[in-house]
Antibody, heavy 121, light 112 residues
Framework: EVHLVESGGTLVQPGGSLTLSCVAS????????MTWVRQVPGQGLEWVSV???????YYADSVKGRFTISRHNSKNTLYLQMGSLRTEDTAIYSC????????????????WGQGTLVSVS | DIVMTQSPAVLSVSLGARATINCKSS????????????LAWYQRKPGQPPRLLIY???TRDSGVPDRFSGSGSGTDFTLTISSLQAEDVALYYC?????????FGQGTKLEI
């Protein structure tokens, strides 16, 4: 069964840095569209970043230039390096496996982790 | 970015009754090249990660009970639960994946 477990969330000061990890089981992170999504408690879901099977990376405008997504294939782990953190980055960060419906469009998400809380204060 | 608007924000339905959740997108999600709508629905229960219910607007994911169905095209979509069960109490989200960035509705809380 596909399983995703995030870690690394903590309290950090504005301007600080943090790296989140997401360990995957029963599939390879290098084979799918691995994604970070965040949710401010009580608010909606916000797509943050994706890394494609080929290695291309894309970011939400709100985090571009501050966050970096990467993966370690042999550890089967996805990462999110977060820098220049702002109070508005406070959220629960979840990793998700993205899938595509053929040639068109972008990703929907068929497996999610529980999430890890990042508090910037 | 495509804005997704769900209604209602809170829906109260009796056990065994039909539940209908609406989702409207700010632009069409219909890909003319293949006549497919790039819309997904998720269920989120407290303390659990989101569960994919529906993709391509009307295709149920593996293991999803057939009381869940998705419909609609273009900019207007509906998630229907034909006969509400107690375990269906949750938050429900729609998501467009027609173009980047993927965007979500604000959620509908379904209660009994």
């Amino acid at each position: 069964e596909v399983h995703l477990v995030e870690s690394g969330g903590t309290l950090v000061q504005p301007g600080g840095s943090l790296t989140l990890s997401c360990v995957a089981s029963d599939f390879s992170v290098s084979s799918d569209y691995m994604t970070w999504v965040r949710q401010v408690p009580g608010q909606g879901l916000e797509w943050v970043s994706v890394i494609y099977p080929g290695g291309s990376t894309y970011y939400a405008d709100s985090v571009k230039g501050r966050f970096t997504i990467s993966r370690h294939n042999s550890k089967n782990t996805l990462y999110l390096q977060m820098g220049s953190l702002r109070t508005e980055d406070t959220a629960i960060y979840s990793c998700a496996r993205g899938r595509r419906s053929g040639y068109y469009g972008v990703e929907y998400f068929d497996s999610w982790g529980q999430g890890t809380l990042v508090s910037v204060s | 970015d495509i804005v997704m608007t769900q209604s209602p924000a809170v829906l109260s339905v009796s056990l065994g009754a039909r539940a209908t959740i609406n989702c409207k997108s700010s632009q069409s999600l219909l890909q003319s090249a293949n006549n497919q709508n790039y819309l997904a629905w998720y269920q989120r229960k407290p303390g659990q990660p989101p569960r994919l219910l529906i993709y391509l607007a009307s295709t149920r994911d593996s293991g999803v009970p057939d009381r869940f169905s998705g419909s609609g095209s273009g900019t207007d979509f509906t998630l229907t639960i034909s006969s509400l069960q107690a375990e269906d109490v949750a938050l429900y989200y729609c998501q467009q994946y027609y173009n980047s960035p993927p965007t979500f509705g604000q959620g509908t809380k379904l209660e009994i």
